[in-house]
Structure formats: structure tokens, C-alpha cells
């Protein structure tokens, strides 16, 4: 299986949820930046209060902070990974692009989980998380749009883009994920 992977897909696809599925069964490190900016948040630290703000609105935190927290993690670790919810930029793609260079670990897929709008709006309001509120929702969804969807194409360049029907419960779309992987 491949061992080197990438969540990509609008904010409620799933990634998360298949991402710690996937790297606890095959043992691989599960990098979200989400997961790590709200560890920040939650520890008070001066990062996490500037992470709070900008979370809480729906936009995205700057290339350089998340990138530093990333560069930490991935460096340290060889034995395969699963990032999810990173990179969300172009800047963030090209920054990851040369890191993954440099430690000689190219990535084998990128899985983008694919999910009408609609149905993500409910399932982000039904999880009820602290930026999960319908406006927010909707602004994050724009910003996906308009930021991280150029992603699709940078990574079909590359040749390693597998696209996912998101929709069905969880274990069907792990299976669809697992048999893209082979
Ligand atoms: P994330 O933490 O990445 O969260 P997300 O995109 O909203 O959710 P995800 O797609 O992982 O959905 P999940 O599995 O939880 O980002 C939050 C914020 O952090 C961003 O808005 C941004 O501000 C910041 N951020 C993170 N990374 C960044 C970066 N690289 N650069 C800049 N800023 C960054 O699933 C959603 C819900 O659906 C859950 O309740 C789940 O239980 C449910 N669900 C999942 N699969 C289902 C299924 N098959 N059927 C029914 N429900 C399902």
C-alpha cells in the first residue's frame, strides 16, 4: 500500500475522519494542521491566540505558521504519514513540494474526497465544532473555492491525484479509499 498520502477536499469531506482511520490502521503518522493549531488554541499559547481568531472566522492562518509547525513534524518522522488539511494553499504546496524534496520522500497519493456542498453544510453543523456555525461554514467553503481547489490540478500535474466519491457512510468510503491506494 502506499504509504505517503494526502487528504485534499472541502472542509467537512471527511478527511479528517478517514485520515485517522487510515494512518491507525497502517500505523503512519496523521499530520492536521487543524488538529495542531487547535492543540495551540487550547494550550493558550500566543500562536494558538492568534490561530482562535482567524479559525473562528473561517479564513485561513498564514503560509508561514503553518508551515513551521508542519516542517517540525514531518522532518522527524519516515515511516509513512497521511497529512490532512495540509497543504491549503498553492504557496503552502510549492513550500511542501521542496521540503519533501530535501528529505527525499515525494508523496504517492493525494486522495481528494469529493462532497456536494449541501451535504457538507449538515454534516459540519450536526459536528458542532466552535467555527461549525452556518455563516462560517459557507464563508469557509468560498475560501476552499477560491484558495485550495487550484490544489486539484497542481497535484494531477503531478500525476498522483485520486478522487473519492465522499458520500455513504464511513467504512464505504474507507474501502473506496483503501482499494485507490493499492
Ligand atoms: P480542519 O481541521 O482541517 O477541518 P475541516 O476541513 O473542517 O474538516 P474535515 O474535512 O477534516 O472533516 P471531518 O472528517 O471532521 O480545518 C479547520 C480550520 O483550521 C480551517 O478552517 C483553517 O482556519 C485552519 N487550518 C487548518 N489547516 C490549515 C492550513 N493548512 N492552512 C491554513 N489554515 C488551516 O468530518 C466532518 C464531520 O462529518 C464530522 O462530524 C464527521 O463525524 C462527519 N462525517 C465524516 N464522514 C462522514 C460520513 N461518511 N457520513 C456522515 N458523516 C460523516
Known amino acids: 500500500m502506499k504509504k505517503r498520502l494526502l487528504f485534499l477536499g472541502p472542509p467537512g469531506a471527511g478527511k479528517g475522519t478517514q485520515a485517522v482511520r487510515l494512518s491507525s490502521k497502517n500505523d503512519l503518522l496523521h499530520l492536521s494542521t487543524g488538529d495542531l493549531l487547535r492543540a495551540e488554541v487550547a494550550a493558550g499559547t500566543s500562536l494558538g491566540t492568534q490561530a482562535a481568531e482567524i ?3 473561517g479564513e485561513l492562518v498564514s503560509d508561514s ?3 513551521s509547525i508542519v516542517e517540525n513534524k514531518l522532518s522527524s518522522f519516515s515511516k509513512g504519514w497521511v497529512l490532512d488539511g495540509f497543504p491549503r494553499t498553492l504557496a503552502q504546496a510549492e513550500a511542501l513540494d521542496l521540503l519533501l524534496k530535501t528529505i527525499n520522500q515525494p508523496i504517492q497519493a493525494v486522495v481528494l474526497i469529493e462532497l456536494d456542498d449541501e451535504l457538507l453544510v449538515t454534516r459540519l453543523l450536526d459536528r458542532g465544532r466552535e467555527d461549525d456555525n452556518e455563516d462560517v461554514i459557507r464563508h469557509r467553503l468560498k475560501v476552499y473555492k477560491e484558495k485550495t481547489a487550484p490544489l486539484v490540478d497542481h497535484f494531477k500535474k503531478q500525476g498522483v ?3 473519492i466519491q465522499g458520500s455513504g457512510d464511513i467504512e464505504t468510503i474507507a474501502s473506496r479509499i483503501e ?3 493499492i
Open 55 to 57: 479559525m473562528n472566522r
Open 65 to 67: 505558521l503553518v508551515l
Open 161 to 163: 491525484l485520486q478522487a
Open 179 to 181: 482499494a485507490s491506494l
